[in-house]
């Protein structure tokens, strides 16, 4: 079974540059949540969405995070302009429905120079 | 944003030990969920609780809901080198519309 597929994996690119990370869920999960992990703060809620629509964003840092899902099997996740310490690895997971269990993709590692 | 405060922080065990860490948190939650996190890859869901005082297993793995459903242990039976990651627990509320609340994990090392 194909889970949550992230790309890229790794990403290195100067500050002010814009950066997309992609996202494909679990086929037929409903449910699907970005995160930032790092060491200072853990992992941490960015935005989510149900059924294509964003739900909750007040986990999103400012207006250069934006995030979008154009279909049930695609999300996308833009930094821009980029800054060093968005450096993180950030997560995508989905679940088939509110409530049921999260399943990670193995995580786009972004460092901005 | 919040996390729930796990302990302890680290362990070194020797292999064939077993392994006990635990979660608590200041509000309730209506489900836990245990998760490990190797290097390079992605948290995968060990446990999920959905009922307080709910006592679940998986291989050798045991975990608890707390009744006052503020708290959460995990315990890892005859551990072995694989073992070896980082244990992270979260905490759901049915309202909030899955929105996870995560541990600051526990990062296991295990020692032939």
């Known amino acids: 079974d194909a889970g949550v597929i992230q790309s890229p994996r790794h990403e290195v690119t100067e500050m002010g540059q814009e950066v997309t990370l992609r996202c494909k869920p679990i086929?037929?999960?409903?449910?699907l949540f970005w995160y930032r992990q790092t060491m200072m703060r853990g992992l941490e809620l960015l935005i989510y969405?149900?059924?294509?629509?964003?739900?909750?964003d007040s986990g999103m840092p400012e207006d250069r995070f934006s995030a979008k899902m154009p279909n049930a099997s695609f999300s996308t996740l833009k930094i821009q302009p980029s800054e060093p310490r968005d450096s993180a690895v950030y997560f995508c997971?989905?679940?088939?429905?509110?409530?049921?269990?999260?399943?990670f993709g193995d995580g786009t590692r972004l460092s901005i120079l | 944003g919040q996390q729930l405060n796990q302990s302890p922080q680290s362990m070194f065990i020797q292999e064939g030990e077993d392994v006990s860490m635990n979660c608590t948190s200041s509000s309730i939650f209506n489900t836990w969920l245990w998760y490990k996190q190797d290097p390079g890859e992605g948290p995968v869901l060990l446990i999920a609780l959905y009922k307080a005082g709910e006592l679940t297993s998986n291989g050798r793995l045991t975990a608890q809901f707390g009744i006052t459903r503020k708290d959460s242990f995990l315990n890892i039976s005859a551990s072995i080198p694989s073992d070896v990651g980082i244990y992270f627990c979260?905490?759901?509320?049915?309202?909030?519309?899955?929105?996870?609340?995560f541990g600051t994990g526990t990062r296991l090392q295990v020692t032939l």
């Open positions: 997971a989905s679940t088939y429905r509110p409530g049921q269990p999260q399943h």
């Open positions: 086929s037929g999960h409903n449910s």
């Open positions: 979260a905490g759901q509320l049915t309202g909030t519309a899955s929105k996870l609340t």
């Open positions: 969405f149900n059924n294509n629509v964003p739900i909750d």
